[in-house]
């Protein structure tokens, strides 16, 4: 009896000590972690603005209908008296307005206040053409482009920096200094990254120099004047900048994987390639697993080289999720519409991380 | 592993080329800082762009510091991360302390909490917490002490939202649940107070993980700019990244200025690093370990 009451009094001073240990992080992430997410939920709901003398009104899911919105219209082609479709003098087929569905008294709620994202299946014989609208066509857009920058940042990112830290992995003079050569770039600012790589894709810029000295009759070219090439430099710079930084992740992992492994499997007559099949691929299935997720997370949340170099130019080419974001949260002052898309975006991280997360699952026990 | 010479003479022959990727935009900032801008458009079209040629000034430094307040800046930012740093390892250690050593109500939910929160990215929160940092409460000294309204243009608002971090919190206890539970188990025994082992035991024992998180801290704040840039239009407060944007509005026609402005940034966290680069790496690699 004595006993258990002296157990739960040492049990009743250790909560309260963990408590009081904790207490300051625990506020702390409650207030500016917390607190965020619901408010991002809730603020979603209404017409909230950043400096406003008016209270904010709930709007209901309208954020969320023009984020998700979207709507197939086929537009029909204008015709002459004779029945005849329209041909302009480019030889285009001339349609009907998209205003008679898409102004705010439009007779099809569904179309009103859309935008166009982009036609599709055009039947010039029978004078048709498919339009796909969108309430917010720039969500779609940096949807695209965010998407497109993680699926190729990841894949790259993650493999070249494995066959970097293979590199300085190996035994061979020099290695410190290339180690630190490759991390550099991890280092500096991806301001300072952005500015540099701007110069450097200029048409009068490094680039083309260093192009015109391979092949001397190639034309200077402003890579970041064309929607084409855009995105792909920002890639190669994003790349450059953090590339070291998973390098040495990946080093960390495989100088864990014991020295006697090898051994082992030169012993048993495993080559080179036998190797690193057998011994350190499964030695790095933690590494793989940290890499992955958090080159992942980083991807999906490309900014600062937009904000500097691009501002989502040209053409809405490189707009990315978290730059409509800002834009519309910070520089529109639209807190409201900017928290829904903030939600709509972390669902997605969530998504993305989940889908991870069970693909991974048997590999990192 | 047996290697031939050929297979090892390629291997240094890829790395050197790999370095020069790696370096030659650096090197070409380096060099531009202390070229006019003339003569710096002029070196891009052929290999002096990269090399210490023609008239050489320190003209480009000087008009930087014409230009900002670059010491307030430094000030600024030097200040900022190194709070952030240490209010950190405070924090995270003892939250981290707690969960790896000791039971407690409570701490499975607090746990899992931290554990969802190592895959939220800090932009998802960005203006939401710009709502929330206009209607914080904070004080005021000056004519006498009353309490004012938003953090905008001020050092908490780029301190204490980055103070506790999951991921801080995620290595230390990782780390603290690789020391010995007998040490504690023999300091309760002794009467030692929780706290006391923490102080005592723990932190004395923790010297590579205290590096670690504040090398990961101090890094990503130095760079910091999309929360800076919403949160501080006061000069005062501005940080050295921030300061960049002064050179944008006549941007193209100071290149040498900017370039001069970007080595300022990067030169003291180079230094820095190669200083403790030993101890930098291994602070890198282990965060991955057991993820």
Redesign the interface.
Known sequence: MLQSNVVTHR?KK??R??????L???L??L???????F??LT?GFTD?R??SPEPAKSVGFSNFKTILGIGVLTLKAERDDSGAIKIDEKNNVVYESLRNYTKINSESPRFRSKSELFRFGENRKAGTVKVVLAGDPLFWKSLKNTLFFALIVVPVQGGFGLL?AL??N?K?R?R??????????A???????S???T??YQK???LN?IIK?VMPGFQSFAWLENPKTTMPAIIVLSI?QAV??HM??????L??IPAEL?EAA?VDGAG?RK?FRYVTIPGLR??F???L?TIT??A??L??QI?IITQGGPLDSTTTL?YQ??L???AKQQ?GY??A??FV??AL??LI?LIQRSATKRLDQ | ?K?SRLS?GF??L??SG??I??????V??VMSSFKSNDSL?QD????R?FLPVGHLSLDNYWEVFNRVPFGRFLFNSLFVSTATVVLGL???S??G???AK??????KM?LS??LA?L??????????????A?KLPWFSFTGGFHFTQGWFNSYQIQI??F??S?FS?FLFVQYFKGLPKELDEAALVDGA???RI?RSIAVPLSGPVFGTVAILTF?PM??M??WP??TIQDEKYRSI?LG?QYFYVNFGTS?GQ?MAY?TL??IP??IL??SM?RFF??S????????
């Open positions: 049990k250790e909560t000590a963990a408590w009081l240990l904790s300051p992080a625990v702390l992430i207030l500016f972690s917390i607190v965020p997410i408010l991002a603020l909230a950043l400096v970097l590199m300085v190996q061979l020099g410190n200094f290339f180690r630190t050569v490759y991390f550099i770039p280092l500096t600012s991806m301001v300072v990254v500015m540099l790589w110069f450097i009068n810029g490094l120099t000295q450059w070291g930084f040495i992740i990946w080093l960390g992992g100088q864990t090898y030169t080179f190797q933690h590494t697993v940290f890499v997720v997370i980083a999906l949340g900014f600062t904000a978290v974001v800002v519309n949260g910070y807190i900017a928290s898309f903030s975006f972390f991280v969530l991380s | 592993m290697r090892l291997s240094l890829s790395m790999l370095s990727f790696f370096i030659f935009p650096l070409f900032m458009l891009v079209s052929s290999v762009a405070f924090l995270n003892m939250i302390f707690a969960i000791m039971e407690w109500r409570g701490k607090v909490i931290i929160l895959i939220l990215p800090f932009d998802v929160l960005a203006i939401p917490m710009l709502y929330l206009a204490l939202p103070a506790a999951a919190i107070s929780w706290f923490y890094l130095w760079n700019y999309l840039a919403i990244m960049l290149w900017i970007l940034l990067t966290i180079v690093f190669l680069q790496v291994t890198v690699a282990s965060s991955g370990i057991k993820g």
